[in-house]
């Protein structure tokens, strides 16, 4: 241990994002990220930024734009909290509310950042194992713990619980928080949000990183009721006062004003998803049913370890977990229509 480091930095198991490569130009469909750019009302905003008002810290409560997302949601401006990507919203709700006498549960096959937040909070956990087809068994989570958190549609298996389930999920843990990451929603999923008046329990996770096309803007949002997002406020305001900046709000402002071209590119991506669906299948692939901007996938014949680095050697980015029970399935984002097709092409090549 290095000895100028607090004791538990040692113990750190700090999370691995996807390759983002800078030495040359890849189709990257490996982060999940969306292939449309954001909308040209984003362009417009970015080029009319008043640089001027740069000099001043900005709203710490980002109040204009908790009201756009309260109205946009149907929720009051009290039930929402902004934070800089969701990740940090997650990071704040571990620490608001996971560290408790019990562990915590979530899948063993969901995202790989819930570990990570534990291990930095001390916090205890247990993960339900996802049945042979990769679904969540709701019943599992139906023993006493300290807090639950699933990824709905659940990452990377792109596969989504429906909200009858997440209801009874709700009902049957009144005594623990039940944080529902909707990171992928948007491309087809139902949104827990509807649920929050009827559950002082639920926290609804959401991102401008995917359907938005925003991933480098940095910012994400939390829904639920008032004495949740108060705990979420008093994490924050000891941590960084000023976590959204001004150019963030007027971006994210300017995105959610244009809602047209936000449901043009959710739905393209939905429609590239079934179609590169259909084209793998065709490929001899075991497509799981996505609900989400990817495809998990797996090839009888072909290992996917193989897979992964063949077709980073043509130019094609897709990811492979190196973990028990999905080290031989590949996570593929879902591209444009030609990125699709590359990626089809460089496969048949592979296989064939
Ligand atoms: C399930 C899930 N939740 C949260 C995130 C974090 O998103 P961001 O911090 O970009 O909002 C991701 C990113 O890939 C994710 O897959």
């Known amino acids: 241990m290095n000895r100028y480091w607090s004791k538990q930095i040692e113990v750190l198991d700090p999370y691995t994002p996807g390759e983002q490569p800078q030495d040359q130009q890849y189709i990257k469909l490996n982060t999940n990220e969306s292939p449309y750019p954001p909308s040209p009302a ?7 930024f008043p640089c001027e008002s740069l000099r001043r810290y900005p709203d710490p409560e980002s109040d204009q734009l908790v009201t756009a997302l309260a109205e946009y949601h149907d929720v009051d401006p009290q039930q929402v909290f902004v934070g800089n990507g969701s ?27 819930y570990p990570v937040y534990c291990r ?37 298996t792109g596969i989504a619980l429906a909200t009858g389930a997440l209801r009874e999920l709700l009902a049957d843990n009144p005594e623990s928080v039940v944080i529902i990451d909707e990171a992928y929603v948007d491309y087809g999923a139902e949104s827990a949000i509807t649920l929050i008046p009827e559950f002082p329990n639920l926290l609804v996770v959401q991102t401008f990183s995917k359907s938005r096309g925003l991933a480098g803007l940095r910012l994400g949002y939390a829904l639920g009721q008032d004495h949740l997002i108060e705990a979420l406020q008093r994490v924050k305001n000891s ?19 244009d809602e047209e071209y936000f449901q043009q590119c959710r739905k393209q991506v939905m429609a590239s998803r079934d179609r590169l669906s ?13 609900s989400s901007n990817f495809v998990f996938v797996r090839h009888a014949d072909a290992a996917a370890e193989t897979l992964y ?27 444009n229509d030609p990125e699709c097709d590359a990626l ?3 496969l048949h090549k592979i296989l064939t």
């Open 87 to 113: 990740d940090e919203v997650l990071a704040h709700a571990f620490q608001a509310f996971f560290r408790q006498d019990y562990p915590i549960l979530f899948p063993d096959i969901s995202y790989s950042f």
């Open 239 to 257: 941590f960084n006062s000023y976590p959204i900046d001004s150019i963030t709000s007027t971006v994210a402002l300017a995105s959610i004003a």
């Open 344 to 346: 089809i092409a460089a």
């Open 42 to 48: 984003v362009v417009e905003a970015l080029k009319n």
């Open 120 to 156: 930095l909070y001390q916090i205890e956990y247990r993960q339900p194992a996802l049945d042979e087809s990769f679904r969540i068994n709701i019943q599992d989570y139906a023993s006493v713990n300290g807090g639950i958190i699933i990824p709905n549609p659940n990452a990377p």
């Open 278 to 290: 259909s084209l793998l299948q065709q490929l001899g692939f075991e497509v799981f049913p996505s």
């Open 309 to 335: 680095r063949e077709l980073k050697s043509t130019g094609i980015l897709v990811r492979y977990f190196n973990k028990a029970r999905i080290d031989n399935c590949l996570r593929i984002s879902i591209g």
